[in-house]
């Protein structure tokens, strides 16, 4: 199974943009990238899911390189309530996830 | 629509005792995983199902921990005498399919298992 690095933690101000870079070198070529975020006692819930290139919706963008051994997920202008850890997983018949980055946001 | 549900929210028990935990997916959704998270931690995979192939039970931690499903419906997690280190929330999580085409899977609230 395709193991992902993230960041453990992260600090930001409302309004800024951030960016969580997650490497997954031993992506297979069948798998997808996926992002959840999880509140405090709560389930996560699904953010965004990319194969390759760029992907956005209406809550954040995935980056994706060519060699796809990284993405990058970019949460435009944060708010207080963004403030949630972020995983980054690579996504094959199971669903692994790593530690992830805990983000917080500050006034 | 309704999503994946769970009981008990919150569960007590003594060490030694038996607990089920139960889940209830999301209507059509062949797949379904169960996960444990401790207090601060990550989600460790425990077993997943799809359909009516053998299910994949590489992450129970111990012969104590058991799961089935009837059909494509109602899963059950059945920890066998219980541990303090079995404290955890466990989460359940489900989709329709194990494609990837399938969509991400969607995860219930959780039970809150705490072992005294």
């Known amino acids: 199974l395709a193991k992902t690095t993230q960041p453990i933690s992260m600090d930001s101000y409302e309004g800024q943009e951030v960016n969580i870079t997650c490497s997954h070198n031993n992506i297979a070529t069948n798998d997808y990238i996926t992002w959840y975020q999880q509140f405090p006692s709560q389930g996560p819930r699904f953010i965004i899911q990319g194969y390759k290139t760029k992907v956005t919706n209406e809550v954040a963008s995935l980056f994706i390189p060519a060699d796809r051994k990284s993405s990058t997920l970019s949460l435009p202008r944060v708010s207080l309530s963004d403030t949630a850890v972020y995983y980054c997983?690579?996504?094959?018949?199971?669903?692994?996830f790593g530690s992830g980055t805990r983000l917080q946001v500050q006034p | 629509g309704a999503g994946v549900s769970q009981s008990p929210s919150n569960k007590v028990t003594e060490k030694g005792k038996d607990v089920e935990l139960r889940c209830d997916p999301i209507s059509g959704h062949t797949a379904l995983y169960w996960y444990r998270q401790r207090l601060g931690q990550g989600l460790e995979f425990l077993i997943y199902?799809?359909?009516?192939?053998?299910?994949?039970k590489s992450g129970l931690p111990s012969d104590r921990f058991s799961a089935e499903r009837t059909g494509e419906s109602v899963s059950t997690l059945t920890i066998q005498r219980t541990q303090q280190e079995d404290s955890a929330v466990y989460l359940c999580?489900?989709?329709?399919?194990?494609?990837?085409?399938?969509?991400?899977?969607?995860f219930g609230p959780g039970t809150r298992l705490t072992v005294t």
């Open positions: 999580a489900s989709s329709l399919g194990s494609d990837l085409l399938a969509g991400a899977p969607d």
């Open positions: 997983l690579v996504r094959g018949r199971a669903l692994t």
């Open positions: 199902f799809q359909g009516n192939s053998a299910p994949d």
